[in-house]
Nanobody
Framework: ELVESGGGLVQAGESLTLSCVAYIQFFADYNMGWFRQAPGKEREFVAGIDYRGTNDRYEPSVKGRFFISRDNAKNMVYLQMNSLKPEDTAIYYC????????????????WGQGIQVTVSS
């Protein structure tokens, strides 16, 4: 099970950090990521980090503003979001899979319940 926290309402230009605790066995074997779904839109990939924490990938619109990290000792994944824009408003989901390709494609073994992030202009 994956549980997100840290969402909320912020103004444009502000920062927010999402956290995800993973209640799964062998967390250090899983690639982890963040996805989001805005109203009326399909869920999309935001950021991913490999199981060792040495490789990451970002959706182009967030690259340079969002940063994903993990702490394998604590079974935690984080998404630092800076310079937030109204178009970043969405429900954000934590996800995990032991296959990097499936992670990026959104075909994950594990999903969180999602947490709302709202950015006002």
């Amino acid at each position: 099970e994956l549980v997100e926290s840290g969402g909320g309402l912020v103004q444009a230009g502000e920062s927010l950090t999402l956290s995800c605790v993973a209640y799964i066995q062998f967390f250090a074997d899983y690639n982890m990521g963040w996805f989001r779904q805005a109203p009326g839109k399909e869920r999309e990939f935001v950021a991913g980090i490999d199981y060792r924490g040495t490789n990451d990938r970002y959706e182009p619109s967030v690259k340079g503003r969002f940063f994903i990290s993990r702490d394998n000792a604590k079974n935690m994944v984080y998404l630092q979001m800076n310079s937030l824009k109204p178009e970043d408003t969405a429900i954000y989901y934590c996800a995990g899979d032991d296959n990097w390709g499936r992670l990026i494609a959104g075909m994950n073994k594990y999903w969180g319940q999602g947490i709302q992030v709202t950015v006002s202009s």
